[in-house]
């Protein structure tokens, strides 16, 4: 398990085994090399070298993905470790927890997948 920090420092995710979840256990989004994708195929940006979730500020739209299948609830730890010293981000990156978490819970009824 490998806990996911927001720049503030806040613990707000978990990655196991190239899925993350929220601190309920609930999964949230999966990883494909650096790219993160929502549990519904969304792009929702990447997985920087110091653990965070991170997108350009300014970005084309890509293609809804397909899902793979979901793996259910997981009993999350209650504690994790203090979160390492952040740098401040440049202006042209967000921290996803910080700018836009509500990404990891929108549903869209029309949306292109990309196979």
């Known amino acids: 398990?490998?806990?996911?920090?927001?720049?503030?420092?806040?613990?707000?995710?978990?990655?196991?085994?190239?899925?993350?979840?929220n601190l309920s256990g609930e999964w949230i989004a999966w990883l494909d090399?650096?790219?993160?994708?929502s549990q519904y195929g969304e792009y929702?940006?990447?997985l920087s070298a110091d653990g965070r979730i991170l997108r350009k500020r300014v970005h084309?739209?890509?293609?809804?993905?397909?899902?793979?299948?979901?793996?259910?609830r997981i009993k999350p730890p209650s504690k994790a470790a203090l979160a390492p010293t952040f740098g401040e981000l440049p202006w042209d990156l967000v921290d996803i927890f910080e700018e836009d978490p509500e990404v990891f819970h929108r549903?869209?009824?029309?949306?292109?997948?990309?196979?």
Not at 6 to 18: H, K, S, V, Y
């Open 60 to 72: 084309s739209p890509r293609p809804f993905r397909t899902p793979p299948p979901s793996p259910g």
């Open 1 to 21: 398990m490998r806990p996911i920090y927001a720049t503030n420092g806040e613990w707000e995710a978990m990655l196991i085994e190239e899925r993350f979840y």
């Open 44 to 46: 929702v940006g990447f």
């Open 33 to 37: 090399g650096v790219d993160v994708y």
């Open 107 to 115: 549903v869209h009824t029309q949306r292109k997948v990309q196979e």
